[in-house]
């Protein structure tokens, strides 16, 4: 009875206390971090009024006395913090705070100066109702120096980096570094003293990636050891091409593989060709130099796109042994089905350190199987700690 | 001779290198501005380049041509075929060739009703050399290949509809090696690929992999 009386007296109060607007607190403007300059971020605390039904109304001038503009109205219950965890982080306190990132420019595009400070006006408005924010506050747009979302990446970098290099140093050091064996790499003597001693070409065939791509600079690098070797057996070395800068790069390799091995005389330039530019041109002409030609062996080297399992298999019905090597995953298994041998992810990269047995470039081998175990023991732990509800791992690692 | 052929490179390489590996973590306009002139270069070399690329095509195909190699006829198809790309190319639909490109032109139907096609005819074989490739699988000869065998039918069956007429659980089986083993393995690979590529990058960077320049030393 007496909750019912105290709750019939408190019932006028309600309307008034759904009315109630209260203005946002730590209303503030500041240069957004990590980006170009692009942008100024403006926070403030979530009021206790936000709601589906009320906005925030956000006015802009490039001076204190105005002429102020609205640039933005917004739901109250929207716009977080926590909604950019690139910039801002995991910080509890993200999801209680409202966050608006402007661009200047696109409101002033005739400001010049592209490091003006501009003035920013908070309302807190629900239909009529406008209440605004006294503080007006100033930012300007700079462009930051160094991204500290991507600060993970960056220690990662350069850990990996040193490593690497701590390894090649101590190959040159100590050279009798163990090597685990690759097939595909301990066949590629084999396929070419089969080409020499049948008489047939080797047909070596880039991906369609250009030189820019680092599976393309692996594969040069492989084909600059099979060159040499090609040459000293004296066999014939076809390679085929769809990028005109692979092209250049290939005949230079090529002819210096050749001059090394004391055979300049042997080095066709007819040899290294394009055979067309676009993908599927691209097939029909190597299809075709395979069953015209009839290679003893066939190299795909390189990143490999649909047309990998249309040149292997037309490579398998020629008879010929094939050495794939690419780090396209999808393509991966068409090479295992087709091929003899197929060099898998990094070892396409390993490659030519295996074939050379240079200390130097074999240390970097070693780096990479440290990589790949330390790899395994922080995604073991990583995903005991997930189990347990401790996440920090996965934004340790996380990349933005 | 060997300063210009060995150490510029290397050093551009090195300056270079290093340069767009910071340039990644440097939001500052500087940084993309030096970004956007490093792919400009990259495309105004391209560019130049794809006359030695034409040049070595042609190059090609007329020493075939003059040697009366075998399958010489072809090689007749390959000027043909750019003979009159580039004439309708340059002939522009009537307006010359330095005004902006004309729409529905010559140029146009030829590598709409000429070029894609083509290209689609060659892709199309895909199909039939997937069945082969699959055939010679999917023998269940060794325990891993009957593994593949059983996965594969399996996936096939998840995929389409009679799969889960036969069982509901064929596509739940199916999502599951898909999503989890297939994933993982997919993962693996990519793991390996990332470190390969920074230690090949570092080598490159830092001039111990010179095979690229031709020649070891």
Request: proline residues 4%; contains cysteine.
């Amino acid at each position: 009875m007496i909750t019912v009386v105290a709750g019939l007296m408190l019932l006028p109060l309600i309307p008034l206390q759904a009315g109630e607007l209260i203005p946002p607190k730590s209303f503030k403007a500041y240069d957004t971090p990590n980006d170009g300059g692009e942008s100024i971020s403006l926070v403030w605390r979530a009021s206790p009024s936000d709601s589906p039904e009320v906005d925030y109304v956000l006015h802009m001038a490039n001076s204190p006395e105005g002429p102020w503009q609205e640039v933005m109205r917004v739901r109250s219950n929207t716009y977080y913090k926590n909604s950019a965890l690139e910039r801002f982080g995991f910080r509890k306190r993200n999801k209680d705070t409202h966050l608006l990132q402007i661009d200047p420019r696109r409101h002033f595009s005739s400001d010049k100066n592209r490091k003006a400070l501009y003035y920013f006006k908070l309302a807190i408005a629900r239909g009529e109702e406008f209440i605004p924010v006294e503080k007006v506050v100033s930012g300007r747009a700079r462009g930051n120096w160094f991204n500290t979302a991507k600060l993970n990446n960056f220690i990662i970098m350069i850990a990996f980096s040193g490593v690497v290099l701590f390894f090649i140093i101590h190959a040159r050091r100590n050279p009798k570094l163990f090597l685990r064996k690759i097939s595909g790499l301990d066949a590629v003597d084999e396929a070419l003293g089969r080409a020499t001693e049948m008489g047939r070409p080797v047909l070596f065939v880039h991906g369609l990636t250009g030189m820019g791509s680092i599976s393309t600079m692996a594969s040069v690098n492989i084909l600059s050891r099979i060159a040499n070797r090609i040459a000293e057996y004296d066999a014939e070395l076809k390679v085929v091409n769809n990028d005109p800068i692979v092209l250049s790069v290939s005949q230079e390799v090529v002819k210096e593989a050749y001059l090394e091995a004391g055979r300049p005389d042997a080095y066709n330039q007819d040899n290294v060709v394009m055979v067309a530019s676009e993908q599927f041109p691209y097939v029909a002409a190597v299809g075709g130099i395979m069953t015209r030609e009839r290679p003893a062996a066939n190299f795909f080297m390189g990143y490999f796109y649909a047309e990998s399992l249309i040149l292997a298999e037309t490579g398998a019905s020629t008879g010929a042994i094939q050495i794939a090597g690419t780090d396209s995953y999808t393509q991966l298994p068409f090479f295992i089905t087709t091929c003899d041998y197929t060099l898998m992810g990094e070892e396409l990269y390993a490659a030519s350190a295996y074939l050379s047995r240079e200390p130097m470039l074999l240390g970097s081998l070693r780096a990479q199987d440290l990589g790949k175990a330390a790899i395994i023991v922080i995604l073991f732990f990583g995903t005991a700690l997930s189990s347990f509800g401790i996440g920090f791992i996965s934004q340790v690692f996380r990349a933005f | 001779m060997s300063f210009l052929r060995r150490t510029v490179p290397l050093a551009i390489a090195f300056t270079v290198g290093v340069l767009m590996a910071f340039q990644y973590f440097v939001p500052h306009p500087h940084s993309k501005a030096f970004l956007e002139l490093m792919t400009r270069w990259d495309r105004i070399i391209a560019g130049f380049a794809v006359f030695i690329g034409i040049y070595s095509l042609f190059h090609l195909h007329w020493t075939r041509i003059r040697r009366k190699a075998a399958g010489w006829g072809y090689s007749i198809f390959v000027f043909l075929g750019a003979g009159i790309t580039i004439a309708f190319g340059l002939y522009n639909g009537g307006e010359a060739f330095w005004h902006d490109k004309k729409e529905d032109t010559m140029f146009d139907w030829l590598f709409l009703y000429v070029q894609v096609p083509a290209g689609a005819t060659i892709f199309s074989i895909l199909a039939f050399f997937m069945a082969s490739a699959a055939y010679r699988t999917f023998r269940a000869r060794t325990v891993e290949s009957t593994v593949l065998l059983i996965a594969a039918i399996i996936v096939m069956l998840g995929r389409v509809p009679v799969g889960a007429l036969i069982s509901p659980y064929i596509p739940v089986v199916a999502d599951w090696i898909m999503g989890v083993p297939n994933l993982a393995a997919k993962r693996g690979i990519l793991l390996g690929v990332s470190l390969g590529a920074i230690a090949t990058s570092i080598k490159i960077i830092f001039g111990v992999e010179r095979q690229y320049l031709g020649g070891g030393d």
